[in-house]
């Protein structure tokens, strides 16, 4: 009753096929398309291969009206429901039942190989899930008959554990900064000055400051000497203008150029 109730899926379907009378098996060699009728085929219709559950149906129904001619349900394949010919790959034969227990055997024939191979795909892919699914099951089954490891704890069982090689953390956390002025510490190879200020590069010196000249700018009772360089601050306009100075000496005046 729970499998009546298993949904049914489709497989396959093929448009034409052919279904022929075919005489007993005269040997145990299996059977030969070459000793039936097959231009005169007793039926022509469409073919659909249908599973529910573990079980596949092969049936033969009208192609226009949909009414069913015959069924044959497959357990098993490769098996007695359903066989391939010795002499060609186009043809088989099937048993097909009539529900109440009778059943015949029937030739099956494709027009086109390309409809036989898909035909018997279908039943390998079909019965193949079948056995995975049966392997599954069967280690599922074996798992859980197996004893379970028990590793919780008992009641008044306990444990230990020790953790080494910890270093406790100072509470400070931070190394302390030294103390100092801010100041750079010395080159190498030179001392450092007691004011902590580094002294000028060698081959620097300084120069004393100028001395301001007491001599006075212009003298206008007086010609006017000539500068000489290095005399007073304005020795370096000396040499511009050398011959304005002299007019300017004969007139009294200073004349700028």
Not at 41 to 67: C, H, M, Q, V, Y
Not at 79 to 91: H, I, K, L, P, Q
Not at 121 to 127: E, T
Request: hydrophobic fraction near 35%.
């Amino acid at each position: 009753m729970a499998e009546d109730n298993t949904y049914e899926s489709m497989l396959c379907v093929k448009p034409e096929v052919h279904v022929y009378r075919i005489p007993p098996r005269s040997s145990n060699r299996g059977y030969r398309a070459a000793d039936w009728k097959l231009d005169e085929p007793a039926w022509s219709g469409r073919l659909k291969i249908t599973a529910k559950g573990k079980k596949a149906f092969i049936k033969l129904e009208d192609r226009n009206t949909g009414e069913l001619y015959a069924q044959a349900p497959v357990e098993q394949y490769p098996g007695n429901a359903v066989e391939a010919v010795t002499d060609s790959s186009r043809y088989f034969v099937i048993r097909i039942e009539d529900g109440t227990g009778r059943h015949a055997f029937i030739g099956l024939g494709f027009a086109d190989r390309g409809d036989s191979f898909d035909f018997n795909v279908a039943l390998q892919d079909h019965f193949k899930w079948v056995k995975q699914e049966g392997d599954l099951a069967k280690l599922e089954a074996s798992q859980s008959s197996a004893p379970k490891l028990d590793l919780s704890f008992k009641e008044g069982q306990t444990i230990k554990i020790s953790i080494g090689n910890i270093k406790k953390k100072d509470a400070g956390g931070a190394k302390p900064r030294p103390l100092g002025g801010g100041l750079l510490p010395p080159p190498p190879g030179g001392k450092a000055s007691g004011s902590g200020v580094l002294p000028p590069p060698g081959g620097l010196q300084t120069l004393p400051a100028a001395q301001p000249s007491t001599a006075p700018l212009l003298d206008l009772g007086s010609p006017v000497a000539a500068a000489q360089p290095g005399s007073d601050m304005w020795g370096d306009f000396t040499s511009a203008g050398s011959n304005s100075n002299q007019d300017a000496g004969k007139s009294g005046w200073v004349q700028f150029s």
